[in-house]
């Protein structure tokens, strides 16, 4: 089965015939070209993955076929071989050009790694980026995701996820001014932003129907907005954040420290304490206790030690599968894949 398709340009006869004996026997379909000109005239004739270039070659230089390719095909990777140019190298390196280079003389596994390698940057670049409202979200996605391949489970193929952290404000407000930015623009890829079911203004304005099963809207330019569809276990209280697709013995799980995350209705909303331990309590201000689904700070003990755990620490934990935190069961998550996986048929006329 062919791994992709590659085109390899070199005036050398030679150099070309190695490269596409190396690259046909790793299960590449390869196509050659002998000067820039010849390279160029087939790209515009036939999509490649991977375009493996010389840089010196006469009139069109590996460099110049590089600019023209990504100023015209963009989702094609480019891959400068080169025995020279430091000054270039620098260039690349200082991210003028987002190109690849290949130092001569080119080795076998050198030459297989660097192809490889721009084959897994292409399906990263093709396939869906979920962008999630919360900081932790997407950990939660990508363990889940992984849990349900192992068991056969998943209905998406590739997707990529915009992963940040602390040096990202991100709430659903944020999100939704992106998304709406984001649909002003063409965008080369399916962009979806996740957002939670705990702000019902928000719900209804990032899905056409936040009760139906759907529960997605379409931005135009390939931007989409997606609500977290309610888990089995959660249609009693519909308004989830992602660590409610947690069985509750999930979510209660300590640390190696003794921290945990607590549920918002197991503090006394008047008094902050807990229901059944009256030495631990939470010191958020009486509306917030009303209203908060998942506490992951101010819980304290007779001590007056936190013993809650962060979220993001939760999040790390479940995706590094650390002991206690390795056995959780992704099941609940299988309804968000399958919304995704729908926006992905939708978006490529295969809806319905």
Not at 18 to 28: P, S
Not at 77 to 87: A, L, P, R, S, W
Not at 211 to 218: F, I, R, T
């Amino acid at each position: 089965m062919s791994q992709g398709k590659i085109l390899v340009v070199d005036n050398e006869l030679d150099i070309v015939a190695l490269y596409e004996r190396t690259l046909k026997g790793a299960g590449y379909t390869v196509e050659r070209a002998l000067s820039g000109e010849e390279g160029w005239e087939k790209c515009q004739q036939t999509r490649y993955d991977v375009i493996l270039t010389d840089w010196r070659m006469g009139k069109l230089s590996g460099l110049d076929l590089y600019k023209k390719v990504e100023a015209t095909y963009p989702a094609t990777e480019v891959i400068i071989i080169t025995g020279f140019g430091d000054d270039f190298k620098r260039e690349v390196d200082q991210g003028r050009y987002k190109v690849d280079l290949l130092q001569k003389p080119v080795q076998r596994q050198s030459l297989l790694n660097k192809v490889k390698s721009a084959m897994d940057d292409l399906v990263e670049k093709k396939c869906p980026l979920i962008i999630t409202e919360g900081k932790t979200d997407w950990k939660h996605l990508k363990a889940a995701l992984r849990w349900l391949r192992a068991r056969g489970q998943a209905t998406v193929a590739a997707l990529a996820f915009r992963e940040y952290g602390d040096e990202v404000k991100m709430g659903d407000a944020e999100l939704l001014n992106l998304c709406k930015q984001m649909a002003k623009l063409p965008q080369s890829r399916i962009t979806i932003c996740l957002f939670d079911r705990d702000n019902k203004a928000v719900s209804k304005e990032v899905a056409e129907n936040e009760n139906e099963l759907k529960g997605y809207k379409a931005w135009g330019n390939n931007v989409y907005s997606l609500i977290l569809p309610v888990p089995e276990h959660r249609r009693e209280t519909p308004d989830v954040c992602i660590e409610l697709y947690y069985k509750d013995e999930e979510i209660k799980r300590c640390d190696s420290n003794g921290r945990r995350l607590y549920l918002g209705e197991e503090f006394n909303p008047r008094s902050g304490r807990h229901n059944e331990d009256n030495g631990i309590i939470c010191r958020y201000t009486k509306d917030r206790m009303l209203t908060v689904k998942i506490i992951d700070s101010e819980v304290f003990n007779e001590k007056h030690e936190n013993i809650a755990l962060p979220k993001s620490d939760f999040a790390q934990s479940v995706l590094d599968e650390v002991e206690n935190f390795n056995d959780f069961d992704f099941t609940a998550f299988s309804a968000v894949f399958a919304l995704i996986e729908k926006i992905s048929r939708d978006a490529s006329g295969q809806g319905k």
